[in-house]
């Protein structure tokens, strides 16, 4: 146990290299903690907002955002300090670092937008791209920074940051998307809705869909991941297209880590063909 608020911790969030977690209170206190030993930074935060509703760290880990409705909170995850605190002027609901000083919001609005601090520290908001739904879950993948974005009728877009165009193929998904992926080398995004996990190409003309497999039910409010620590030469280790994915369930009435595999022996599964 990591000891460190005097309410309820409400929200979690690790860094992309997994080193560090960030913690939330229900009273707004905020900590950063080294995943390994456990030891908390050497400052102790408080985020100005109500209800936090997503946290995110930037790729390098330097900077923290906390979104809570309309407004969004920065820190630095070095000293603690409070950067910035923007009113978005709108209701948003995801939100993800494309680097260190620029971040992308789903609005409730359909606007995927950009905020960005200048040279003086100044933060500028912009719109991307406008869409009729509101969009419920912005990923972005480190290497490549394409966007990946699914909205209220559950429809998904690929968008390439740069000029702000979207894939002309889009997927739209059986029932509500609760987690969305990227696979370790990037060319493939998982999502996941109820008791499936559905897996896409991210190709030039946008997501193309190419297989799903059943999935064990999911511990409430935890993410799908994949095995970064493998051993060189191992099977996870080439495992690049997401084959394989970690998943926090109870069907024991205890947390479990299950493997999920996409390699169909296990269980149901469907599989798209040539025309598709």
Request: glycine share 10%.
């Amino acid at each position: 146990s990591f000891i460190g608020h005097q309410d309820a911790v409400v929200r979690l969030g690790f860094s992309a290299d997994g080193a560090l977690v960030a913690s939330i209170g229900a009273d707004g206190s905020v900590r950063a903690w080294d995943a390994h030993s456990g030891l908390p930074r050497p400052w102790y935060g408080r985020a100005p907002l109500r209800d936090p509703r997503r946290i995110a760290f930037s790729p390098g880990g330097t900077r923290l955002a906390v979104l809570s409705g309309t407004h969004v909170w920065f820190m630095d995850t070095e000293t603690g300090a409070s950067l910035a605190d923007v009113d978005l002027g709108e209701l948003h609901e995801d939100l993800a670092f494309l680097n260190e000083t620029e971040l992308f919001l789903g609005s409730a609005g359909g606007a995927l937008r950009s905020l960005y601090a200048d040279r003086t520290g100044n933060w500028h908001l912009r719109t991307v791209w406008s869409g009729t739904q509101r969009i419920r879950h912005v990923v972005i993948s480190p290497g490549r920074q394409q966007v990946v974005i699914v909205d209220a009728e559950q429809t998904a877009r690929l968008l390439d940051p740069a000029d702000g165009r979207v894939g002309e193929r889009t997927l739209t998904m059986p029932s509500a998307v609760a987690d969305v992926a990227f696979s370790p080398n990037e060319s493939r995004v998982l999502f996941r809705t109820g008791r499936w996990i559905h897996r896409a190409i991210v190709s030039p003309d946008g997501l193309l869909w190419t297989d799903t497999v059943r999935a064990p039910k999911s511990l409430e409010n935890t993410s799908m991941t994949f095995d970064r620590g493998a051993s060189p030469g191992t099977a996870a280790d080439d495992d690049g297209s997401g084959d394989t994915v970690l998943m926090l369930t109870r069907g024991t009435g205890l947390p479990e880590l299950r493997e999920l595999r996409f390699h169909y022996e296990n269980g149901p599964a469907l599989f798209a063909t040539r025309a598709t």
